[in-house]
């Protein structure tokens, strides 16, 4: 029995304490504004005091619509700090999927900001939730900057538990109900304090978030910073020109990109001419790594390169730069403490070199799906100890020395450009059009997004519309992320005996298609 009784150090902890002890070392870097620790924490603090003041309380959910910008990320931990739940949503979603996750997670506020303002305002009919904002030019908008600095710079007295909710990052989607994938703060510690280690953060780490401060990467990389004690550096957006010059002038020394802005980057004629030399690890994770750019990487890209294989819902591999040379084509193994298997279709657990489902447990696995039983259940594999392990959906094999290897994506989703594309979410849109009878959207090769969509369609009898047609109709009615590429039309989508679509005899015929043209 411990004399003592320590509890576990969660992100409110880490935040009080560097804000306290690290002072004026550089917390957030943007543009040419550096913001200390002692502000930043402040911030936070400030912005966490006036939700209480505003009468929101523990576990209510705030939902963040922003463009990166500073403000964002004193507003993501300021909700933290509150005890209230942060729900960042992609800011490149259709208006119906913002209303239809600010209903599901039930959002006692939103915090928006730029073009985002608008359109939160014209759905207001459809969501009840106090709306704030740095920038709003409406009526009945509160002003973030008035609002926080009206509140107390004290630390938040709010008592936050380990198994209290810490976020719901929702997956994409345009229609039906996504899925709210919830942390918990032991969760969300775990993500940091592992991943620092993992991912090789340090004190001096400077770490460079360029895709949206809404993404579970850019979380990773945030929370491995600020457990390490270092400071993030946010670009507005992602230009190859930007990237490389804040590198450069900020001395950046770690970041986590997806494989498309490392491919853009290294393709620049400028890349050779700017100092990089201050970087120290960088990460790629969000689609498949070809083998081909891994080995370019690992050879000329500054620093040591690692990749990390992963998901949103939790479990982690990483491929270190030390292994590369011999497991180029493997994601890598298992973070400390974490345990993956491989399943036959009776979920039964495979030796080594056999394809199945790949499964894990570890210390930041979700704490579940938000108000959806059916898909915790199906996201659940019991293991014979009792204990519930995750289900990632993935096909894959691990070799004698427990590495990873990737031979099969998730069943459906489409991976283009780092973002997760539902095809069920442009399957509802596209079946609305009269000339539709039957559609299936499958992922294909693309030599700059990795993955694009695309749609196959069975017409209607009679219908004359043409595959540029249906194209265009369905990109007006989708996420900007989940445009098709073309429609090609069919007058039959292959099944197997149960009814259920092939679409993997789709994918591997129009890829066979493209190869061939």
Request: glycine residues 8%; negative net charge.
């Amino acid at each position: 029995m411990s004399w003592f009784s320590p509890r576990p150090v969660l992100i409110p902890d880490i935040l009080t304490w560097n804000q306290e002890y690290l002072r004026d070392k550089p917390a957030v870097i943007i543009d040419d504004q550096i913001i200390s620790w002692s502000d930043f924490g402040a911030g936070t603090a400030r912005f966490a005091n006036a939700l209480s003041d505003a009468g929101l309380g523990k576990g209510d959910r705030v939902v963040i619509l922003m463009k990166n910008s500073y403000e964002m990320a004193e507003a993501m931990f300021g909700v933290i700090r509150a005890g209230c739940v942060a729900v960042p949503l992609n800011v490149s979603i259709t208006d119906d999927a913002v209303a239809g996750m600010a209903v599901n997670s039930n959002a006692k506020a939103i915090v928006a900001s730029g073009e985002h303002v608008h359109r939160v305002e014209a759905l207001r009919d459809r969501i009840d939730a106090m709306l704030i904002a740095p920038d709003s030019p409406f009526d009945g908008w509160t002003d973030y900057a008035t609002m926080r600095d009206a509140a107390s710079d004290a630390t938040p007295t709010v008592e936050i538990s380990a198994d209290d909710e810490c976020n719901i990052i929702y997956s994409s989607g345009t229609t039906g109900l996504p899925k709210g994938i919830v942390h918990d703060h032991a969760g969300r510690a775990a993500w940091g304090s592992d991943l620092a280690v993992s991912l090789r953060y340090h004190s001096g780490a400077r770490n460079l978030c360029n895709l949206g401060l809404f993404s579970n990467i850019t979380w990773v990389g945030i929370l491995a910073t600020f457990f390490a004690q270092g400071a993030i550096v946010i670009s507005r957006r992602f230009t190859v020109e930007d990237c490389l010059e804040t590198i450069e002038k900020h001395r950046v020394t770690h970041t986590a990109m997806v494989p498309l802005q490392f491919q853009k980057i290294l393709e620049h004629s400028d890349f050779a001419k700017y100092d990089l030399s201050s970087l120290d690890a960088c990460m790629c994770c969000g689609s498949p790594l070809a083998p081909a750019l891994k080995k370019t990487l690992a050879e000329r890209w500054p620093g040591d390169f690692i990749e990390l294989y992963g998901l949103t819902e939790g479990l982690v591999t990483i491929l270190s730069p030390e292994d590369m040379p011999e497991k180029l084509e493997s994601v890598g193994q298992p973070c400390p403490g974490q345990r993956i298997a491989i399943l036959d279709d009776n979920d039964h657990v495979l030796p080594a070199g056999q394809v199945g489902e790949i499964v894990g447990l570890c210390g930041f696995t979700m704490a579940g799906y938000h108000a959806n039983d059916a898909a915790n259940e199906e996201a659940t594999w019991t293991h014979p100890s009792g204990e519930r392990w995750l289900r990632t959906g993935d096909i894959g094999k691990l070799d004698e020395d427990g590495f990873l290897y990737l031979v099969d994506r998730k069943k459906d989703l489409i991976i283009s450009g780092g973002q997760n594309i539902y095809p069920a979410d442009i399957e509802a849109a596209m079946i609305e059009h009269d000339a539709v009878s039957e559609v299936a959207v499958i992922g294909i090769p693309h030599e700059k997004w990795g993955e694009t969509p695309l749609a196959v369609v069975v017409p209607a009898e009679g219908a004359t519309e043409t595959p540029d047609r249906l194209t265009g109709w369905v990109n007006a009615r989708v996420g900007k992320q989940q445009r098709v590429a073309d429609t090609v039309l069919i007058d039959e989508l292959p099944r197997n005996p149960n009814g259920k679509i092939l679409k993997r005899e789709l994918r591997r015929h129009y890829a066979d298609a493209l190869r061939h043209a």
